[in-house]
């Protein structure tokens, strides 16, 4: 499966932003999802993951109550709404889908996901 990330951009602390992954070549419905994201110097860090179905997720704790997915097999797409975001937010996000399961194992290195989407920049300015 190809995954495209999009939706990145320049945005104040408080604002929202949505992200959105669309996949092809592949039945999407078949892999569990997920948004990590790299700031400049950090290692990558996991901000949430999804089932198949979006029926369970989860998230990290920097960014619960602000962060909601949204997933759409019928479109092949899992969206990011982002909201009340803070400059440490700042980062280049990446969606990324693997045919294993929903495990907590999945998560948070992200080592077990196989299909990765090029990055959108998303900038919080203070």
């Known amino acids: 499966v190809q995954l495209q990330a999009s939706g990145g951009g320049l945005v104040q602390a408080g604002g929202s932003l949505r992200l959105s992954c669309a996949a092809s070549?592949?039945?999407?419905?078949?892999?569990?999802a997920a948004w990590f994201r790299q700031a400049p110097g950090k290692e990558r860090e996991f901000v949430v993951v999804t089932s198949w179905g979006g029926g369970i997720t989860s998230f990290a704790d920097s960014v619960k109550g602000r962060f909601t997915i949204h997933r759409d097999n019928a479109k092949n797409a899992v969206d990011l709404q982002m909201n009340n975001l803070k400059p440490e937010d700042t980062a280049v996000y990446y969606c990324?889908?693997?045919?294993?399961?929903?495990?907590?194992?999945?998560?948070?290195?992200?080592?077990?996901?196989?299909?990765w989407g090029q990055g959108t920049q998303v900038t919080v300015s203070s």
């Open positions: 070549g592949g039945r999407f419905s078949l892999y569990t």
């Open positions: 990324a889908a693997t045919r294993s399961r929903f495990s907590t194992g999945l998560f948070p290195n992200g080592n077990r996901f196989d299909y």
